[in-house]
């Protein structure tokens, strides 16, 4: 693990053995400064990025463990059975409910209340545009860990969720400590927290609607509701799929709100692939790690891979 | 979860500003106030809703134990003290979390502008070969999660010894696939004709890349430079394997050993931490968020 790259090395200060081979000479050259460019870069890129990603996915198809680490020549190649293992693994299995739970549920809400938002913030207000942007934003910004503080201790069985709901006649449940509950709220706390940034999008995809269109649909007779359906939706298609996008390499990664508030409990119920992964890790289990995570990696390429498919196909 | 750095489709930095939205219709002024008054009450509403938890955190900060756990629950605290926030400063060395964290986040923001701007100058106006080779790798990373690389990083930083240095908080950080992209997309919008018209005179293509190149680039930097500041300030699975001893920690990881340690139950404690580990953050973005609000919109959109 210790060789990154075997680059050109920039020699530059040889004077060229003679002008005559001009142009090749010049291209040379350049490759040369090109790479030196690139050089810093492209070595810390290739230690810290590349060679831990090939790694992980040599180390999938070992048994490495974390006894291993300071005599790797003791591991054994076991082919695929890291993979057959995790899928023998009822708690992985789960996992990969969990997060399809967490996706399914989580992308639509989420894209719902930004589209709303930001077609709410695009319908002609004058006042307070810039406060209501900043403010659907702020819990973009802010740290998972502080922000996983104050939720706990809102979705508290007495806390100030549950104060909300009873004042409306709702008896909420005990969230964090319910296998119905939990996941919901991780997902409320999602959209909390995604929303600003999908806004933001939409926002700036909507500034392509034309209004000459929205006019003259509206003197045709067109209501409010078919010139969203049928002008505003599809112009901002492209829009809304890169949302979905972005959205769902991120929410399949899904692991920071069940880490900070549930620990992946109870009984699992919020347990996600990273979680498992991350899980998998700390009881040494390298080479089942490994073989998660890039089963994770391929459900992402894929469904990205599909998405950009979708896009393109009527573009 | 994500943040808003994930990038796919190819940007250029072209601002979301303040562009007027449909043209509100002349005459008909009844139809056109009533559903206007509406949206502003559901605006507001929404709005008071999302900064709710943040109001709670502050108010509840400033409040004893014993009225944190009275129930009903108080709004304003009834007995205001500052006892929470002061234990953070006397005892519990928040100044060398904010230390670490600051220190992390800097050095990642400028590693992250000179590497990626470098790369990214070669990538978008020079001939190489290897050159898409290189930028295609580096798009594919793009979608690689956190956890693919996490188990073989933390066995390459503790062969090397660095584990609880700073070194091994920031190294993996310091040359991100996001900042190659913006930088590169940016750079391509330069024209030739600049860059032509410099190497004719003479200019070495690091002098170009300094004195040609970089002064066009405020833009994109302030991008990255937010983006990547953000992401480290927040950054928190790292630094917790990574930090082992206090002297290490950064805000966010202090917060959560904190939080689940022997101060679990310290609610007034954890508010108060709460709060400071947000306050520099919200600040900066308040201070900053015509940039902010940029720097989604350019990379996130066409």
């Known amino acids: ?315 | 979860m994500t943040s808003p750095t994930e990038t796919l489709t190819p940007a250029s930095p072209r601002a979301e500003t303040d562009t007027p939205g449909v043209r509100p219709r002349p005459g008909k002024r009844r139809r056109r106030i009533r559903p206007q008054t509406l949206t502003y009450v559901l605006l507001v509403l929404g709005v008071v809703a999302t900064l709710l938890p943040f109001a709670w955190m502050l108010l509840g900060s400033f409040k004893t134990q014993g009225e944190l756990l009275r129930r009903p629950i108080t709004w304003w605290p009834e007995d205001p003290t500052l006892e929470n926030y002061s234990q953070w400063f006397t005892s519990l060395h928040i100044d060398t979390f904010f230390f670490n964290s600051l220190l992390v986040a800097v050095v990642t923001v400028l590693g992250n502008l000179l590497f990626c701007s470098m790369v990214g100058y070669v990538l978008a106006k020079m001939d190489f070969p290897g050159k898409k080779f290189l930028f295609l790798i580096v798009m594919v990373t793009l979608m690689v999660p956190g956890v693919v690389t996490f188990v073989p990083l933390f066995v390459m930083v503790s062969k090397l010894g660095l584990v609880n240095t700073y070194p091994a908080l920031f190294l993996p950080f310091l040359a991100g696939p996001l900042g190659v992209f913006l930088m590169r997309q940016f750079m391509t919008g330069i024209p030739d004709s600049i860059i032509e018209a410099a190497r004719i005179d003479g200019a070495s293509e690091l002098r170009i890349f300094t004195r040609v190149v970089m002064p066009l680039c405020g833009p994109p930097l302030a991008t990255l430079g937010i983006l990547t500041f953000l992401t480290s300030w927040n950054n928190f699975l790292w630094p917790l394997v990574a930090a082992q001893s206090q002297d290490k920690y950064t805000l966010p990881v202090a917060l959560s050993l904190f939080s689940t340690g022997q101060d679990a139950t310290n609610y007034g404690l954890l508010l108060a931490g709460s709060v400071l580990v947000i306050t520099p953050i919200i600040l900066l973005f308040i201070m900053l968020q015509r940039y902010f609000i940029q720097s989604v919109a350019a990379t996130g959109i066409k």
């Open chain 1, 1 to 315: 693990m210790t060789a990154t790259t075997s680059r050109p090395r920039v020699a530059g200060a040889g004077r060229p053995g003679g002008q005559r081979t001009g142009s090749s000479y010049r291209r040379r050259r350049q490759a040369l400064i090109a790479w030196a460019f690139a050089l810093p870069f492209v070595a810390l890129f290739g230690v810290f990025m590349l060679v831990p990603l090939i790694s992980s996915f040599a180390m999938s198809f070992t048994d490495f463990t974390s006894r291993d680490v300071q005599n790797p020549l003791s591991v054994g190649f076991v082919g695929l059975e890291q993979y057959s293992r995790l899928f023998a693994n009822p708690q992985f299995l789960r996992s990969m409910l969990n997060t399809g739970y967490f996706v399914v549920v989580g992308i639509p809400l989420t894209m719902a209340v930004a589209l709303g938002l930001a077609v709410a913030l695009n319908s002609g207000i004058k006042r307070f545009r810039t406060v209501f942007r900043v403010g659907f934003y702020t819990p973009v910004v802010t740290s998972i860990v502080a922000i996983a503080v104050v939720w706990r201790f809102i979705l508290q069985p007495d806390g100030l969720m549950n104060t909300f709901l009873g004042a409306v006649g709702i008896q909420g449940p005990d969230w964090l400590n319910s296998t119905t509950w939990a996941m919901p709220a991780m997902i409320l706390m999602a959209v909390w927290r995604n929303m600003g940034t999908l806004m933001i999008i939409f926002l700036a995809g909507l500034q392509n609607v034309s209004a000459e269109m929205l006019e003259a649909a509206e003197v045709d007779g067109a209501n409010a509701w078919q010139r969203f359906t049928r002008i505003t939706l599809p112009t901002l298609r492209p829009t809304l799929l890169l949302g979905a996008v972005l959205l769902s390499v991120g929410y399949l990664q899904f692991f920071e709100e069940p880490f900070v508030m549930t620990k992946g409990g109870p009984l699992d119920s919020t347990l996600s692939i990273s979680f498992f992964t991350f899980n998998q890790f700390g009881f040494g289990q390298y080479g089942l790690a490994s073989a998660a995570s890039y089963v994770l990696f391929v459900a992402i390429a894929l469904l990205s891979l599909f998405q950009f498919r979708a896009l393109r196909s009527k573009d």
